[in-house]
């Protein structure tokens, strides 16, 4: 069995639970200094990975900003951007999405039905995986384990966070809680109905608490029991 890579699952949500609101513009939640702590989240991990709704919504670039911690990572002989990692039953993934066209390597993993169209949609762009019928996260794991990721950060969305919670497959969770109140039925919320290991009675360790300006940052160890 490969090792699998230390999951670090990190989101900003509003005070009500969204990450988001219903608007077709992306929500800003975190303040400056909260942007810069997980910007050295991701200069410290191996791998980022979201799920296509945030890709095909959100449109992101998911790079290490800061060219000082680009600079460490190559100094210490590593790429100056992680690993980018997306998954998607459907194949539905535009390759003008700024995801394919920034950083250093790119992966995507889908179905073995999905894998033929969009490796050919994304020639150059991205290598893409088949997992099977289903794309399970213990096997995206155990892949990313024989890839060599050790430490893989899970940026969402809601979907993504949700399995990995109610799978048991997160090592730690980063909840950065922004003064906010989103209140729409429509938005995505942190994580969607689901069976969590232990239930509701069940007491997740709470590793830290400290604000980061007007953000609380939550740290919990969801595998372990209060
Ligand atoms: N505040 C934050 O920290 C934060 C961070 C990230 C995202 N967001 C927000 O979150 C929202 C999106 O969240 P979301 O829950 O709707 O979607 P999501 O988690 O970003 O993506 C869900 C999609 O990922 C693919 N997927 C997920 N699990 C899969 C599996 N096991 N096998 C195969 N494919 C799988 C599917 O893609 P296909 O449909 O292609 O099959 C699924 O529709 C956006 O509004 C974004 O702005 C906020």
Redesign the pocket.
Known sequence: MPTRPYVLL????SIDGY??DASPE??L?SNPADFDRVDQLRADCDAIL?????????NPRLLVNDPDRRAARVAAGRSAHPLKV????????SPELRFWHTGEQRLV???DQAAAGLRERLAGLAEVTGLGE????GALLDDLGRRGVGRLMV?????????FLAEGLADELQL?VAPLLVGHAS??R?V?PAKFPGGSGRRLRLLAARTVGDVVLLRYAPKESA
């Open positions: 990190s989101a900003a949500m990450l988001d992306r929500l939640l979201v799920g296509s709704t945030t890709l095909r919504r959100d997306t998954l998607s039953a459907r194949g539905d993934l993993y889908t179905t289903r794309v399970g996260l940026e969402g969305g809601g979907s993504v966070h949700t399995q950065a938005a995505p942190f969607n």
